[in-house]
């Protein structure tokens, strides 16, 4: 596979240099050298592919500078008008007005991110949107308040619940709660004679 298939297949979603037909005739009018022209180039598409805004630090021109004379081009880029000197490198003044800001590259990223996500959870049938718990808290208070006490065993949960368990695991002679074999929940709450609501429970259940 030649070169540029191969670099072109990687590179698939990278963000793209606007060149406009036109520039050539501009560089021209600049007597722009070769070298000039090419380490020029070099600097929209290393600028767009770091999306620095055409900031450009003195380090980083030799990682994309190709031309054995790119010393030289970058001082005639800088007396031309093309570069102008900042505190830390060299800002691109020639055509970066054509390129696209990096914050909305970033904002149309994050949008097109957003726009996939939806689309995989709409084809699995999944939905995007997050259920409201019944209470800011997490708890759930549909529970009778009257029976939301410690419990007879001590164990802090609720005695509706645990007669509940209790009584339904009776036939597997064991409590989820007290782990008794038997399980004699039932038979201490009938034995207390309590003037509660358990016994209504009790009842209904036996």
């Known amino acids: 596979m030649p070169f540029w298939r191969s670099y072109k297949a990687k590179t698939s979603s990278a963000v793209w240099l606007k060149i406009s037909d036109d520039f050539g005739v501009v560089c021209a009018g600049l007597e722009l050298s070769d070298a000039a022209f090419r380490t020029h180039v070099e600097s929209l598409a290393w600028a767009m592919h770091r999306e620095n805004g055409g900031h450009i630090h003195a380090n980083e021109v030799k990682r994309f500078a190709e031309s054995h004379e790119f010393e030289i081009a970058v001082s005639e880029l800088v007396e031309k008008g093309c570069w102008s000197v900042t505190e830390d490198g060299y800002s691109i003044k020639l055509h970066m007005e054509y390129q696209i800001e990096p914050k909305v590259i970033n904002a149309r990223?994050?949008?097109?991110?957003?726009?996939?996500?939806?689309?995989?959870?709409k084809?699995?049938?999944i939905s995007t949107e997050t259920p409201e718990s019944p209470n800011d808290n997490g708890r759930d208070d549909?529970?009778?308040?009257?029976?939301?006490?410690s419990g007879l065993d001590g164990s802090g949960l609720d005695e509706q619940t645990h007669l509940g368990e209790g009584l339904n695991l009776v036939e597997k002679e064991i409590?989820?709660?007290?782990?008794?074999?038997?399980?004699c929940c039932s038979e201490i709450w009938a034995d207390s004679k309590a003037d509660s609501k358990l016994h209504k429970i009790l009842e209904t259940k036996w």
């Open 123 to 125: 084809l699995a049938g």
């Open 109 to 121: 990223r994050q949008k097109n991110a957003q726009r996939q996500r939806k689309s995989r959870f």
């Open 142 to 149: 549909t529970r009778d308040a009257g029976l939301d006490g």
């Open 175 to 183: 409590c989820a709660e007290c782990g008794v074999d038997p399980c």
